[in-house]
C-alpha cells in the first residue's frame, strides 16, 4: 500500500527558473510533510517540512505548499541552481511513522 | 541535528550468508529506525529499533530474518540473514528525538550487492 506517491520519476529545468515537484498521499490523518534531498552515496538530507496545520512554509529558495483537501503538496524551488541537482523525497509522518515517496530525480541545467 | 554513521559502507556478499550493519548517532535520540532502499523504489521502513528491547517491525519484515539490536542510545545493528540477491538494496538507519513533526537525520548508508 502505497500512501505517498510522487508520480513523475524525474524533471529537468534551466538555471534560474522554477522548480516544482509534487507529491500525493492518501492518508488524511499524516500531520506532517517532509522534503529530504539525497545526492549519490549520501544519505537523504533534511530539507523542508510542513504541519497539516498549514498550507505553506518558505525557507530561502524552497517553498512547500499543501492542499489537504487535494491531499497534494509540492516543493517549489526558485531560482534553480545546479547544486540543486539531486533525487527529492517527500514524505509523511504520523506519530513519528514516515512513509516515502519513490523520488523525483531533479536535473537543473546551466 | 544529529550525524549518523554507517558501516560497512557497501558490501558484496555470497548467497546464504548474514551482514551486520552498525549505525552510530553522535548524539542521543530518542528514536532509531532502518529502512531499505531497493533500486528505484522509495525508501521503506524495516523496523525502529528499541533500547533495551525487541524492535518494532513493519509489515513483511520479521525478526529472524532482520535481527536488529540497540544496545544505548545511540548504537544500533541491523543483521541481513541469510541472504539472496533480492536483499541487494540500500540499508539506511536513521534517528530522531521524536517529538511531534520531529525530521529523523540519516546516515550515508550500506549499499549491499548479493551475489
Known amino acids: 500500500d502505497q500512501q505517498v506517491k510522487q508520480n513523475s520519476p524525474s524533471l529537468s529545468v534551466q538555471e534560474g527558473r522554477i522548480s516544482i515537484l509534487n507529491c500525493d498521499y492518501t492518508n488524511s490523518m499524516f500531520d506532517y510533510f517532509l522534503w529530504y534531498k539525497k545526492y549519490p552515496a549520501e544519505g537523504p538530507t533534511f530539507l523542508i517540512s510542513?504541519?497539516?496545520?498549514?498550507d505553506k512554509n518558505e525557507d530561502g529558495r524552497f517553498t512547500v505548499f499543501l492542499n489537504k483537501s487535494a491531499k497534494h503538496l509540492s516543493l517549489h524551488i526558485v531560482p534553480s541552481q545546479p547544486g540543486d541537482s539531486a533525487v527529492y523525497f517527500c514524505a509523511a509522518s504520523l506519530n513519528n511513522d514516515m512513509r516515502f515517496g519513490a523520488g523525483t530525480r531533479l536535473t537543473v541545467k546551466p | 541535528s544529529a550525524v549518523i554513521s554507517q558501516k560497512p559502507s557497501r558490501d558484496i556478499c555470497q548467497r546464504g550468508t548474514s551482514l551486520t550493519i552498525q549505525c552510530q548517532v553522535d548524539?542521543?535520540?530518542?528514536?532509531m529506525f532502518w529502512y531499505r532502499q531497493q533500486p528505484g523504489q522509495s525508501l521503506t521502513l524495516i523496523a525502529t529499533?528499541?533500547?533495551?528491547?525487541?524492535?518494532?517491525?513493519e509489515s513483511g519484515f520479521v525478526i529472524d530474518k532482520f535481527p536488529i539490536s540497540r544496545p544505548n542510545l545511540t548504537f544500533s545493528t541491523l543483521t541481513v540473514s541469510n541472504m539472496s540477491p533480492e536483499d541487494s538494496s540500500i540499508y539506511l538507519c536513521s534517528g530522531s528525538t521524536g517529538g511531534a513533526g520531529e525530521t529523523q537525520y540519516f546516515g550515508p548508508g550500506t549499499r549491499l550487492l548479493v551475489l
Open positions: 548524539s542521543q535520540v530518542t528514536m
Open positions: 529499533a528499541n533500547q533495551g528491547s525487541e524492535a518494532t517491525y
Open positions: 510542513i504541519s497539516s496545520i498549514k
